[in-house]
Each structure stands twice: as structure tokens, then as C-alpha cells.
């Protein structure tokens, strides 16, 4: 999951997927893009919020091996320990692990590392896709799968199971997440991700075709989520 302190890279992200659509896009626009997209007037705005945040170290350089395809984010990976667990299996399938590694956490809302990646939505555009995986937690503060479809002027659809996350101890737990991909997606970005402390595991991920009749999941809750407007005039109570 990336933050504004991510606004370079995303540029450049989308700069390689619009080229890929025979889409030109100068460095500078793409800049300008990304940072309307975190709700900024212009680059030189965001440009000044990222210098103002606190820059963190690069990850450890005794980090474990990252599964290929992989790589790591967050807003403190020097906290963190992320990569293959030598030690820690689902089945016979080898688990990457997010692991806080008692470092003080810095004092911002969002204390997080992730293992994710992106593609191109290819085949998978105009469709309904779902994401899968196995998730554990060891004294975790919440432990999260997520996916984000995004397009040329933003997100388009976005799941981090805010409201289903692993907390504290778990054992292998099935995750899933089921999105539609519209037409003009240009690429999708999925992972896991442990936010604050404790560690967090991940095993077997696999993409697949959802069934058209299966609802889309949300980062909002069903729960939360009615039918019609309820309860306007504060006359019922939950007590």
C-alpha cells in the first residue's frame, strides 16, 4: 500500500503503464497526476509535505530474501523484517513474513510494511478478478490482505479488509478479496501488509476469475453498509 512519500515512483509507474498503451506522459505530468491524486494543487505542494515528513532509513541490509517478483514498502522499514521465513510453512508452500523488530515506531496514523506488486490488468480488464491467500498473525496489531485497481486519473477500486483483519494470534486463516476490473484500469497492485506490531505471515496467493453472481468485497464493512436511510431522527438506540 503506498503513501504520498511514494509520489516518485508512482510517477514513474504510471508514466511505464500509460507507454505501454501507446500513451505519452513527460516526467513533470506525471508528477502533477500523482499529486492531485493525494489531494494536493500541484507537485511543488506534495513536493514540500514529503519533505516536511520524517524520512526514514532504507530497509535493513540483514533483511531476508525477498521472494522474486516482490518488494517491500511502508512508512518505516527499518522496523521491519520482511521476506521468506526459513522456519514458517502453510502446508508444503514457503510463507513470507512482516515482522516488527522492536525498533521505536514512529508517531504517525499510518505505521506499516507491506510485500506487494503490480501488473498490467491485461486479460483480467472488464472482468470480475479475485485474490486469495493465507494469512496468520503472532501478537499483531492487524494483519491485512489488499488489492487496488488503479486508472489514469486515480484509484478506480480498492480492499485492504479494514474491516476483517487478523488480530493479535492466529493460525492460518483464508483471506479473500473479489473486485470488478473496469475497462480503462491500468494496472492492480495487491499484497499483505502488518501494520504496528507483531508479525504477520502470508502464503499461497492466487489470482483467479470470480463468478459473476460473487459480490465485490469492500473496505468499508458490509455491516455498515444499509439498505435505505436508518434512524434520522436518533429516536431508536443501540443500548
Known sequence: MR?????KLMAKTLRDLLAQKDHSLSHSEALEIVAQQFGCKNWNILAA???EATVF???EPNQDPLPAGWHRFGTCLDCYITGLDPLVSWQDKRAAVIRHNGKSLPDIRERYATLMQ???????AGKKIALSAMLKSSEAESVQMWMRIDGPQGVLKFDNMMYRPLL?????S???IVLSVPPEAISISFGFFLAG???AWASNFAISEAVATESETTS????????????????????
Do not use: C, Q, Y
Open 168 to 172: 493479535g494470534t492466529t493460525d492460518w
Open 118 to 124: 503490480t501488473f498490467v490488468p491485461g486479460r483480467w
Open 220 to 239: 468499508t464493512g458490509d455491516a455498515m453498509i444499509h439498505s435505505a436511510p436508518l434512524n434520522l431522527d436518533f429516536s431508536e438506540t443501540t443500548g
Open 3 to 7: 503513501t504520498f512519500l511514494d509520489a
Open 49 to 51: 509535505k514529503i519533505g
Open 174 to 176: 483464508p483471506a479473500r
Open 57 to 59: 532509513k532504507p530497509a
Open 197 to 199: 506490531t507483531g508479525a
